[in-house]
């Protein structure tokens, strides 16, 4: 499957952005995917999931309340809405895919095979 994350930009503390990201060349619905982002001098971290079987999430302590993952099948896009933005929040942020995803290991980026090319959020206080 290919990705293609876009929707990055500058914005103020406090803002909402969504980010969507576009899969091709495979079935939908038979991924799993993720948010993890990266920001400067610091290790990719994770930042939202959503599975491919009932579309459970899951969340970074750290965006809990204020981002939200979702998929639109139809649409074959992965979204990630993000409010109340933080400077904190300033990253690259990449959508992530793999067919096999288990429980203990979601968080982990060596979990996924599939990577999108990242797009930068940048948030000014």
């Known amino acids: 499957v290919q990705l293609q994350a876009s929707g990055g930009g500058l914005v103020q503390a406090r803002d909402s952005l969504r980010l969507p990201c576009a899969a091709s060349?495979?079935?939908?619905?038979?991924?799993?995917f993720a948010w993890f982002r990266q920001a400067p001098g610091l290790e990719r971290e994770f930042v939202a999931a959503i599975r491919r079987s009932q579309g459970s999430t899951y969340y970074a302590d750290s965006v809990k309340g204020r981002f939200t993952i979702s998929r639109d099948n139809a649409k074959n896009t992965v979204y990630l809405q993000m409010s109340s933005l933080k400077p904190e929040d300033t990253a690259v942020y990449y959508c992530?895919?793999?067919?096999?995803?288990?429980?203990?290991?979601?968080?982990?980026?060596?979990?996924?095979?599939?990577w999108g090319q990242g797009t930068l959020v940048t948030v000014s206080s």
């Open positions: 060349g495979s079935t939908f619905s038979n991924y799993n």
């Open positions: 992530a895919a793999d067919r096999q995803i288990i429980l203990s290991t979601l968080r982990d980026s060596r979990g996924y095979e599939y």
